[in-house]
């Protein structure tokens, strides 16, 4: 919090925004594994826009630069 003290408080609370939404990806995989299928489902919704499903698998659509993985 230290570094943050020369921040504007607008600079800070992104920078805090920022903390938050690393942490939560760092926990996004353990998250995932404890949901239901209903919530898996709604949380690939989310984080992938662009995907085909079926019952058994999900294909995600890739966009430049991406598409040639």
Not at 24 to 50: H, M, W
């Amino acid at each position: 919090m230290l570094a943050l003290k020369g921040l504007s408080e607008a600079k800070a609370a992104h920078v805090k925004d920022g903390a938050r939404i690393s942490e939560l990806a760092n926990t996004a995989c353990f998250l995932y594994i404890k949901q239901d299928p209903k919530e898996k489902t709604r949380l690939l919704g989310i984080v992938l826009s662009n995907r085909r499903t079926n019952p058994v698998s999900l294909y995600p659509t890739y966009r430049k630069p991406f598409e040639l993985i």
